[in-house]
């Protein structure tokens, strides 16, 4: 099965957030074609970060993962640093909403 551009993804991503009545926003921009994708989520108000990668789980199927369990923005900012300096081709996206993972179309893997 052909694979989506990351570029036109997150593209469509980022529209899906705004018509949910949320803001996403590009943090960083790596290979349009085929970069990986960290979602960060913000609820300011809350104080609650969370940091969610692509993964295969079973049979092929994609899901999202939670990497750190960390919740602080200290540390994810850490944590997407590291992150960057070993795959540069890495996209970073942040959706700005209380329940930014809704907006994802694969699974939430929470666990």
Do not use: N
């Amino acid at each position: 099965m052909p694979l989506i551009a990351t570029e036109v993804w997150v593209g469509s991503l980022i529209r899906r957030v705004e018509l949910g009545g949320g803001f996403a926003a590009v943090l960083r921009k790596g290979d349009p074609r085929a970069g990986a994708v960290l979602i960060r989520t913000a609820d300011y108000r809350a104080g609650d970060f969370r940091l969610y990668a692509s993964a295969e789980r079973g049979e092929g199927e994609r899901v999202w993962m939670r990497p750190t369990r960390q919740t602080d923005e200290a540390t994810l900012e850490a944590y997407v640093a590291r992150a960057v300096a070993v795959d540069p081709d890495l996209w970073v996206v942040e959706i700005e909403a209380s329940d930014g993972a809704r907006f994802l179309t694969e699974p939430v893997d929470e666990g």
